[in-house]
């Protein structure tokens, strides 16, 4: 599951009522993954990831938050806040997939990816992910999740941590030039990437 909010006050509450929302639904079950925000544009969008063992949680949940006072207040000062479920893919670190090296930065990047695949072409999309994930483990970047829609046309969203902005450009590149992300990028009718750097934890 994930949030996508824009704010456009930069003094808007918004991020300092996240951390205790953030707790609320830890509480019911939810593993938190990712808090992000982007870097450019002339809103500030926050993407929050987490990731529900249990579906039944999903529903009662949500109506507790309803009748949260921070939950109403973390509303009106967005502009926008889309809540999309999500399916974790096989290779999803959640599922049991591997989510690449150990690396502890001293400040994370986030890559948002967005892939819209061709009609039953999510099998291929699949084995083929298998390789290509093995090209940014070399160089260090981490999968932190990796879901698909639950309505056509599929929808892959892969969120990928890394620690050197200045390398994206080239390691872009360089994944161009390998056969087996040209597999991948056939199986797609679109693709959408956005950059995003992790949110500073609260200070208490």
């Known amino acids: 599951m994930s949030y996508l909010s824009s704010v456009k006050d930069s003094r808007s509450p918004f991020k300092s009522l996240l951390p205790q929302l953030k707790h609320k639904v830890e509480e019911r079950g939810w593993a938190h993954v990712a808090t992000c925000f982007t870097l450019s544009g002339p809103l500030k969008q926050f993407l929050e990831v987490y990731r529900l063992q249990d579906g039944q949680t999903m529903l009662p949940t949500l109506e507790e938050l309803t009748r949260d006072p921070n939950h109403r207040d973390l509303m009106q000062a967005c502009t926008s806040r889309q809540m999309e479920l999500t399916q974790g893919l096989p290779y999803d670190p959640g599922a049991g997939g591997p989510g690449g090296p150990k690396v502890n930065y001293p400040r994370s990047y986030f890559l948002q990816a967005i892939l819209t695949l061709k009609p039953d072409r999510l099998p291929r999309f699949i084995d083929t992910m298998h390789h290509v994930r093995e090209f940014f483990f070399k160089n260090e970047w981490v999968l932190v999740s990796a879901s698909q829609s639950l309505t056509a046309p599929i929808r892959i969203a ?17 994944l161009s030039t390998k056969t087996e992300y040209a597999a991948l990028d056939e199986c797609c009718t679109g693709q959408w990437q956005q950059l995003m750097y992790e949110l500073e934890p609260a200070k208490s």
């Open 158 to 174: 892969h969120l990928w941590r890394f620690g050197n902005c200045n390398e994206l450009g080239t390691l872009m590149r360089l």
